[in-house]
């Protein structure tokens, strides 16, 4: 039906959103980046392993192909 497809993701599987968009299974991605990597795992309450280093690399990925991107943030 031609739709496009968004993904909204907490980028903490890079590597599978990275294939998907290779596939051309992905026109655009909604990230989100929670805190500056010191706080990362923290303030999203996350015991992912370095889930902040994870983020930047799809976020590195997203710049590097000029990818449509919503990066966001919660404030409170």
């Known amino acids: 039906m031609g739709f496009l497809f968004k993904?909204?993701?907490?980028?903490?599987i890079p590597d599978l959103v990275i294939e998907m968009y290779k596939k051309?299974?992905?026109d655009m991605l909604g990230?989100?980046?929670k805190a500056p990597e010191?706080?990362?795992n923290d303030?999203?309450?996350?015991?992912?392993d370095k889930l902040a280093q994870?983020?930047?690399k799809l976020v590195k990925f997203?710049?590097?192909?000029n990818i449509p991107?919503?990066?966001r943030t919660t404030a409170h």
């Not at 993904?7 to 903490?12: E, M, Q, R």
Request: glycine content about 6%.
């Open 24 to 26: 051309g299974l992905i």
């Open 54 to 56: 994870k983020v930047k």
């Open 69 to 71: 991107c919503d990066i």
């Open 7 to 12: 993904l909204d993701t907490n980028g903490s």
């Open 43 to 48: 303030v999203a309450v996350s015991s992912i």
């Open 62 to 65: 997203v710049v590097k192909e």
């Open 38 to 40: 010191a706080l990362y």
């Open 31 to 33: 990230i989100d980046y």
